[in-house]
T-cell receptor, first 115, second 112 residues
Framework: EPEVTQTPSHQVTQMGQEVILRCVPI?????FYWYRQILGQKVEFLVS????????KSEIFDDQFSVERPDGSNFTLKIRSTKLEDSAMYFC?????????????FGDGTRLSIL | DQQVKQNSPSLSVQEGRISILNCDYT??????FLWYKKYPAEGPTFLIS?????DKNEDGRFTVFLNKSAKHLSLHIVPSQPGDSAVYFC???????????FGTGTSLTVIP
């Protein structure tokens, strides 16, 4: 069964540094998403991406964050000038259609630790 | 922001019995609801969904019930198996392609 893959599985970064989290969505999917889960808290939406542009973003997704689909397979989340509170699990997800009720399929996440 | 709530952080059930996981929501604009299952060190895995035009959807041992007037949905697992032990999240969205709002999860333990 096709799956969403994320790399790396664990990223350790010094505070203030930039980090790029990578995702390969399922190949025929059109919508892409990033979520995060701070330890002990719920999964929170960050951003959705469709047709090479952001379609929706949450309050969390401020100027520190950016997303990009640099080629036909990768979908990246960049966090500039990381802060301690950015430490979390970051999940990438994708869904098939632009319309209709479709589940989002999640990767296994990247654990980001900011020191 | 507590648009989706799972008030039971944990649930223990004997193998073979029914597991019932509950979820409440506050946003009347939600029209698509899903249940995800999550094992440690893995991402959420889609389990079952229901749209607001239905009140029940069944897939094998899993059934989701939606009560729109009460803004409540539940997941029934019967019979429960030890492999069902995981954290279960309910999620909801207002429209297709939109963000999902997640509950805080219920940790299910099925005792052999």
């Amino acid at each position: 069964e096709p799956e969403v893959t994320q790399t790396p599985s664990h990223q350790v970064t010094q505070m203030g540094q930039e980090v790029i989290l990578r995702c390969v969505p399922i190949s025929n999917h059109l919508y892409f998403y990033w979520y995060r889960q701070i330890l002990g808290q719920k999964v929170e939406f960050l951003v959705s991406f469709y047709n090479n542009e952001i379609s929706e973003k949450s309050e969390i997704f401020d100027d520190q964050f950016s997303v990009e689909r640099p080629d036909g397979s990768n979908f990246t989340l960049k966090i500039r000038s990381t802060k301690l509170e950015d430490s979390a699990m970051y999940f990438c997800a994708s869904s098939e259609w632009a319309g209709g009720f479709q589940p989002q399929h999640f990767g296994d996440g990247t654990r980001l630790s900011i020191l | 922001d507590q648009q989706v709530k799972q008030n039971s952080p944990s649930l223990s059930v004997q193998e073979g019995r029914i597991s019932i996981l509950n979820c409440d929501y506050t946003n009347s604009m939600f029209d698509y609801f899903l249940w995800y299952k999550k094992y440690p060190a893995e991402g959420p895995t889609f389990l079952i969904s229901i749209s607001s035009i239905k009140d029940k959807n069944e897939d094998g041992r899993f059934t989701v019930f939606l009560n729109k007037s009460a803004k409540h949905l539940s997941l029934h697992i019967v019979p429960s198996q030890p492999g069902d032990s995981a954290v279960y999240f309910c999620a909801a969205s207002e429209r297709a392609g939109n963000q999902f709002y997640f509950g805080t999860g219920t940790s299910l333990t099925v005792i052999p």
